[in-house]
Structures are given as structure tokens and as C-alpha cells.
């Protein structure tokens, strides 16, 4: 597992991981759903691996990290789609930005030399 996705479950996510499943990745979604992601899993085929988190809450954010550092000893890049639409920007960083850079760091140790994208929606 190469490819870390956020939200990677659904919508862009879910798109991004099955592009490049289609070029010969390995990917490692993440998402609330237990139910969505195994349906992706089952969707994507066996280079897929979900992981359930929700990344809004810190338990969430400590289960995905530890789930991701079991897997996976280097990742290549960490693809950030995962986020709601925010009533307020204090909604906003604590639902979109906070989980985003905490998980970020909590994998610095694993993203030597990899890369971060964050991909949002229309505010």
C-alpha cells in the first residue's frame, strides 16, 4: 500500500482510488461507513484496504493512524479528500483542517519524500 485516501469511500475519493488501482497502485481508503467501505473495497478489488475512522474526532484520528502505520511502513502520498461543508470557518478548521493536518503529521515518519494533496469541494 503505496497511496493513503481520506473520504476515499465515495465521491472524488472513491475516484481517485479506483484511478490508480487502474494504473497499478495500491491504495488505503479511509471512511466513516463500515458498510460503504466495504463495498468499495469489494468494488476496487484486492488492492484496495479500507480503514474505518472518522477523522473529524481524535479517537478517529489515533485509530486511523495506528491502522495505517500497522499496514504500511512508507507511503508515497496521502491524499486528503475527506471533509464536510462547513457552516462557519470554526467548523471548517476543526472539521476540515485539524483532522487533516494531524494526520499528516502523525504520518511524517512514513511520508519521507512522499507527497500531500488536499482536494476540496465549492465552499
Do not use: C, W
Request: glycine share 12%; aromatic share 4%; no cysteine.
Amino acid at each position: 500500500m503505496d497511496i493513503v485516501i481520506t473520504g476515499g469511500t465515495s465521491g472524488i475519493g472513491y475516484r481517485i482510488a479506483k484511478d490508480l488501482i487502474a494504473e497499478g497502485h495500491q491504495v488505503i481508503i479511509i471512511g466513516q461507513d463500515a458498510e460503504k467501505g466495504r463495498a468499495s473495497v469489494a468494488q476496487l478489488g484486492k488492492a484496495a484496504f479500507f480503514i474505518q475512522a472518522d477523522l473529524a474526532t481524535k479517537s478517529g484520528r489515533n485509530q486511523a493512524l495506528a491502522s495505517i502505520k500497522y499496514k504500511v511502513d512508507k507511503i508515497h502520498v496521502l491524499v486528503h479528500t475527506a471533509g464536510v461543508f462547513p457552516s462557519s470557518a470554526e467548523e471548517n478548521i476543526k472539521a476540515n483542517l485539524v483532522p487533516h493536518y494531524q494526520l499528516t503529521m502523525g504520518l511524517a515518519d512514513r511520508l519521507t519524500g512522499g507527497r500531500v494533496l488536499i482536494v476540496t469541494g465549492d465552499p
